[in-house]
């Protein structure tokens, strides 16, 4: 299996003793969101699309009414499962300027 024969024993008491393989759970930084300013963030990114990480920022206090930093979102998101996205820039196509796209490619097409 090329692992340390101390990582199976350890790994063979953790589960003798837990009756789980589950990582026990670790102390660190306590997040600075409760679930519901979680859910309150990604709510604002799906109503307006454009809205910045920064701009959401500024709008949004963390817990204890602390600010926020534009990171903080962006993760918040990113775990959603919502990407960055940019505004179009350029025409606006009609169904009949689509149509005559169409007809030029397939004409010159090889």
Do not use: K
């Not at 600010?67 to 499962?81: D, E, P």
């Amino acid at each position: 299996m090329n692992v340390n024969r101390t990582t199976i024993f350890r790994f063979r008491q953790h589960l003798h003793e837990t009756n789980t393989v589950s990582d026990r759970p670790r102390s660190g930084r306590p997040r600075c969101t409760t679930q519901r300013q979680d859910r309150n963030i990604v709510r604002n990114h799906m109503n307006n699309r454009f809205l910045s990480a920064s701009a959401s920022s500024r709008q949004t206090r963390g817990r204890n009414n602390q600010r926020m930093s534009a990171n903080t979102v962006r993760r918040r998101l990113s775990t959603s499962g919502i990407r960055a996205r940019r505004a179009y820039i350029g025409p606006t196509l009609t169904q009949r300027h689509r149509h005559q796209r169409t007809l030029w490619a397939q004409e010159h097409a090889a």
